[in-house]
Structures are given as C-alpha cells and as structure tokens.
C-alpha cells in the first residue's frame, strides 16, 4: 500500500513537469526548426546539436516577432506594413485568409469581450455549458410565435481538443457569466473540467 500510495505522489509530483517540458520542447522544435533549418548552413552554427538550433531559432523568431511589432509602431512601419498588406489583397483567395486571420487575432489579442468564457443552457434546459464569446456584435433572434431576442455568437469547444467545436448563436437573456478569466475558461475546456478555479465567496 505504501509503495502505491507513494508512486502515486511521485508520479502526481512529475507527470505536471514531464508534460510541460515536452510540450516547450515541441514548441521548441515546431517554431525552432523555421529558422533552424537557415541556421543549419552557418558553418560556425552546423556543428551544434539540432535542439540548441532549434531553440536558436526559436528564440530568434521571438526577437523577430518583437521586432515587426516596434516596426509597426512607426510610421515608416506602419507604411511597409500597409504596403505589403495591399500587395496580399490584391488576390481573391489569399485576400480571404488574410482578412480572416487578421480579424481573428485583432479582435482575441484586443479586446475583453471576445473569448470571455460563460455558461449557456445546453445540449438541454438546466444543464450549462462553457462556451467563449466571439464577437459583441448584437443578433436580433426571432421565433416561431414571432417574438424577437437579442442574441450572442458564442463558441462550444469540443474535449479534448478546445480548438474544434460549434458556433452557436444564443439568446442574451440564457447566458450566465460565472466571472472566470480567459486562462481559467481554457484550462477547464481543455481538462474537461478536471481542473477549475475556486469560485466560493
């Protein structure tokens, strides 16, 4: 029973550790390998082990991002930037993905609202699920007897996986917000809700 209960704890202690140190590695690697793989050819850097490249790579990629974004900043950035911007919209087929990714993340990375987790009445009434918000932007609902009500985009993530799910349009009057940040919104998706915060008073 000892040993059981003790290999528990060890393996409780550790696994948080394992995981997270696998999954920065991954990261590592993935984003890592897009300047690796240049790097690779520097003769002073080939002789180097292909994780240090990649985290040469990746940390470069970090300073680069940093970097387009103080460019941006200026005028002269904000110029080139539009530059190539326009270039991009100039085919159909890119100018769509573009225009969608640009939305995306101005909207997650600038503002409160969009990706703000709240509860909704679902798959039936008296059963709530954790959805995110995905825009502010108010839908008029009509139903069957003709009454009209304002209504919400939301997004119902799937478990395990969070990044796949449904969008859904709710009625505001059904939406229960339970005050939770974003992180905590994501964790309990991701973890099923194994993992959830302490919402007692």
Known sequence: MR?????????????PIGLSLLFIRF???RIGNILGQIFQRIPILSTLPSLVISLLGFIAILFLIYFIGLL???F??????????GVLLRFPVIRSVYVTFREVFSKL????????????PYPREGVKTLV???????WTITSKEGKEKKGI???????????????????????TDPHLSKEWGLKM?????IIYPDLKP
């Open 109 to 120: 990375l600038g503002t409160e609202i969009v990706g703000k987790p709240v509860f909704v």
């Open 76 to 85: 002269l950035g904000r110029f080139f930037i539009g530059f190539w911007e």
């Open 27 to 29: 990261l590592i690697v």
């Open 153 to 175: 985009s939301v997004f119902l993530p799937t478990n395990p996986n969070p990044t796949t799910g449904l969008y859904v349009i709710v009625p505001e009057d059904e939406i």
């Open 72 to 74: 941006t900043s200026s």
């Open 189 to 193: 998706a991701a973890s099923s809700g």
């Open 3 to 15: 040993f059981r209960k003790y290999f528990i704890t060890g393996l409780i202690a550790i696994a």
């Open 132 to 138: 995110f918000l995905t825009s502010d932007e108010i």
